[in-house]
């Protein structure tokens, strides 16, 4: 059973930095691939990065490519998802999720390929 706990959350201005954090316990990290999610209130979960266990190939929604880049150090058991040039529009409760093994492409993306979630942590980002 993997446990999963974000941190780095917090409040920042657009056009600012933060860095999140997730912190694994309970198992080989290193086998898992790792996706962040995002909630906005009153919106659905959305995929924002994933990054896959093997060769550390890494996935970005659209609306953060290039301004936001996962990545992982497996002898911390930690995933990391550096936000640069946040805007307004990335303000969500951000979950970071892990799997067991690899997947296809299109998947790494997916809500549902994840069986284990974090508590979620809170990014505001003022106009």
């Known amino acids: 059973q993997v446990q999963l706990v974000e941190s780095g959350g917090g409040l920042v201005q657009a056009g600012g930095s933060l860095r999140l954090s997730c912190a694994a316990s309970?198992?080989?990290?290193?086998?898992?691939?790792v996706g962040w999610f995002r909630q906005a209130p009153g919106k659905e979960r959305e995929s924002v990065a994933a990054v896959s266990w093997s060769v550390g190939r890494t996935y970005y929604a659209d609306s953060v490519k290039g301004r936001f880049t996962i990545s992982r150090d497996n002898a911390k058991n930690t995933v990391y998802l550096q936000m640069n040039n946040l805007k307004p529009d990335d303000t969500a409760v951000y979950y970071c999720?892990?799997?067991?093994?690899?997947?296809?492409?299109?998947?790494?993306?997916?809500?549902?390929?994840?069986?284990?979630w974090g508590q979620g942590t809170q990014v505001t980002v003022s106009s």
């Open positions: 309970g198992g080989p990290f290193s086998n898992y691939a």
């Open positions: 999720a892990a799997a067991f093994g690899s997947y296809s492409d299109t998947s790494y993306l997916t809500g549902g390929t994840y069986r284990y």
